[in-house]
């Protein structure tokens, strides 16, 4: 059974860069396998998906946070990677990943326990 | 993109029966039969119900069901329990190749 777990910093500055790592166990982290997401949740708020990576020639992101997003794989240390830059106080909330999985077409069939990221000075 | 229009709340007493709607556009539920469910417990990670409009993962029990008539996706739990309490989202897959997801629904049982 696969498990996805996220990682980074808990605290984050105004106009820096958010970056997450997702830690994928119980299989092999693979290019063009499955698309590998992240979805985010504010406090008290609904779900907002941010993108999706499956190959680096295959990715999508909401075109609301386009502009801000990077998503990559490091096959190495089977890891999935997020990057957001210039934040702000709105991009406060629980960052989760999530992975597909074979014959289900879903933004996520498997979810990490998500990381609380603020921004704050 | 829009988020897809769910009730704020739904509430029923054990035993009976609730549907939660999902509305969208001819864009994301509409364009596709890539609408799912996720149940969330509070603190905790969502969990897929239905995938695909009407498909249950492995381990889902079949008193969770989901149809969808042109813009609007529904989710129906038969013979609620206790441990269905929690917030609910839809989601699609939309035409512009991202996944959107709804508002969230409590889910209360009274």
Redesign the interface.
């Known amino acids: 059974q696969v498990q996805l777990q996220e990682s980074g910093p808990g605290l984050v500055k105004p106009s820096q860069t958010l970056s997450l790592t997702c830690t994928v166990s119980g299989g092999s982290i693979r290019s063009g396998s499955y698309y590998w997401?992240w979805?985010r949740q504010p406090a008290g708020k609904?779900?907002?998906?941010i993108?999706?990576f499956y190959t680096s020639e295959i990715t999508?992101?909401?075109?609301?946070l386009k502009s801000r997003v990077t998503m990559s794989l490091d096959t190495s240390k089977n890891q999935f990677s997020l990057r957001l830059s210039s934040v702000t106080a709105a991009d406060t909330a629980v960052y989760?990943c999530a992975r597909d999985s074979v014959g289900?077409?879903?933004?996520?069939?498997y979810?990490?326990?998500?990381t609380l990221v603020t921004v704050s000075s | 993109q829009s988020a897809l229009t769910q009730p704020a709340s739904v509430s029923g007493s054990p035993g009976q029966s609730i549907t939660i709607s999902c509305t969208g556009t001819s864009s994301d539920v509409g364009a596709y039969n890539y609408v799912s469910w996720y149940q969330q417990h509070p603190g905790k990670a969502p969990k897929l119900m239905i995938y695909e409009v009407t498909n249950r993962p492995s381990g889902v029990p079949d008193r969770f069901s989901g149809s969808k008539s042109g813009n609007t996706a529904s989710l129906t739990i038969s013979g609620l329990q206790t441990e269905d309490e929690a917030d609910y989202y839809c989601s699609s897959y939309t035409t512009y190749s991202a996944w959107v997801f709804g508002g969230g629904t409590k889910v209360t049982v009274l």
């Open positions: 997401s979805i609904g779900l907002e998906w993108g999706r999508n992101y909401n075109p609301s989760y289900i077409t879903a933004a996520g069939a979810w990490g326990q998500g």
